[in-house]
């Protein structure tokens, strides 16, 4: 068994996206920051509702899957399909874009904080024209595990601890993605596998953490190097960090805004298709 470091890490810059709404934009910076098979991580937190409120108005996907993690706040999802989801605390939207889908994701709230997370998880070649879909998943279908000095709620994927085996809320996928929310108690410490044929990374939000001596870096993609398993180790303050994993897919990206393929000649039979209204026939 090997523990894994961090070999790289990926300050989140400050910027904007749909309407005006501000962002900490980590993978996806730039099309050459990526962690496959994640395009790109953002991660919103306010309290002034003029970064939120204009929202995401409707646009469109292609080639991909996006998961949001709202930790506080309340943002209303429709799409083409009929789709409606409200997204409230501790909530998760999980949408596959594939062949295409044309959403929104809008504010339901006028003031106080809006917090919380935006993945990009890729689809294989094989996968990117499957039929889209969409998944509302609610804070009490999110399994939620105990430790000595961790409490984890797992989103997606499997982690064994302390020998017992538990099942996140979405399991499976080609790229068997693990997506883990772990809180620290004050000098908490925690040892979680991660699949050796995974990439992986940590995300710290709040309060102070390090894996042995290497501290972690808040708002900050810290991609780790290879092994089977992480021990991180919270400040006096205690700790509240993502997990993020993977399987490598291993295929070109080609991305234009929201469409990701894997050549030019697929990007220009979506923008094609999406002007013809054909993106989601």
């Given at each position: 068994?090997?523990?894994?470091?961090?070999?790289?890490?990926?300050?989140?810059?400050?910027?904007?996206?749909?309407?005006?709404?501000?962002?900490?934009?980590?993978?996806?910076?730039?099309?050459?920051?990526?962690?496959?098979?994640?395009?790109?991580?953002?991660?919103?937190?306010?309290?002034?509702?003029?970064?939120?409120?204009?929202?995401?108005?409707?646009?469109?996907?292609?080639?991909?899957?996006?998961?949001?993690?709202?930790?506080?706040?309340?943002?209303?999802?429709?799409?083409?399909?009929?789709?409606?989801?409200?997204?409230?605390?501790?909530?998760?939207?999980?949408?596959?874009?594939?062949?295409?889908?044309?959403?929104?994701?809008?504010?339901?709230?006028?003031?106080?904080?809006?917090?919380?997370?935006?993945?990009?998880?890729?689809?294989?070649?094989?996968?990117?024209?499957?039929?889209?879909?969409?998944?509302?998943?609610?804070?009490?279908?999110?399994?939620?595990?105990?430790?000595?000095?961790?409490?984890?709620?797992?989103?997606?994927?499997?982690?064994?601890?302390?020998?017992?085996?538990?099942?996140?809320?979405v399991t499976g996928g080609s790229t068997e993605p693990l997506y883990a929310d772990?809180?620290?108690?004050?000098?908490?410490?925690?040892?979680?596998?991660?699949?050796?044929?995974?990439?992986?990374?940590?995300?710290?939000?709040?309060?102070?953490?390090?894996?042995?001596?290497?501290?972690?870096?808040?708002?900050?993609?810290?991609?780790?190097?290879?092994?089977?398993?992480?021990?991180?180790?919270?400040?006096?303050?205690?700790?509240?960090?993502?997990?993020?994993?993977?399987?490598?897919?291993?295929?070109?990206?080609?991305?234009?805004?929201?469409?990701?393929?894997?050549?030019?000649?697929?990007?220009?039979?979506?923008?094609?298709?999406?002007?013809?209204?054909?993106?989601?026939?």
């Amino acid at each position: 068994m090997t523990l894994r470091s961090v070999k790289q890490i990926i300050p989140a810059l400050e910027t904007s996206d749909g309407a005006g709404v501000r962002i900490k934009r980590s993978l996806g910076q730039h099309q050459s920051v990526r962690l496959d098979p994640f395009l790109m991580l953002d991660e919103f937190g306010s309290a002034e509702a003029a970064d939120y409120i204009a929202g995401f108005p409707s646009h469109p996907h292609r080639g991909f899957e996006t998961v949001t993690y709202m930790i506080e706040g309340h943002m209303l999802h429709e799409d083409h399909l009929g789709n409606r989801g409200d997204l409230r605390n501790g909530g998760v939207q999980w949408m596959t874009a594939g062949r295409g889908i044309i959403h929104s994701e809008m504010p339901q709230q006028e003031e106080g904080v809006m917090r919380g997370f935006q993945l990009w998880l890729n689809l294989p070649a094989a996968g990117k024209m499957t039929d889209a879909g969409y998944r509302d998943i609610q804070p009490e279908d999110i399994p939620e595990i105990t430790s000595s000095g961790a409490r984890i709620k797992l989103i997606a994927g499997e982690l064994i601890l302390e020998g017992a085996s538990h099942q996140g809320a979405v399991t499976g996928g080609s790229t068997e993605p693990l997506y883990a929310d772990v809180h620290l108690s004050p000098d908490g410490q925690v040892t979680l596998p991660v699949p050796a044929r995974h990439n992986a990374m940590l995300y710290l939000y709040e309060g102070e953490a390090s894996l042995g001596e290497q501290a972690l870096r808040r708002s900050a993609a810290n991609v780790l190097d290879d092994g089977d398993r992480i021990t991180v180790t919270a400040g006096a303050g205690g700790a509240r960090l993502l997990l993020i994993a993977g399987k490598p897919i291993g295929e070109p990206i080609v991305q234009y805004g929201p469409f990701v393929m894997n050549t030019r000649e697929e990007i220009e039979q979506a923008l094609r298709d999406y002007r013809d209204g054909r993106l989601t026939a």
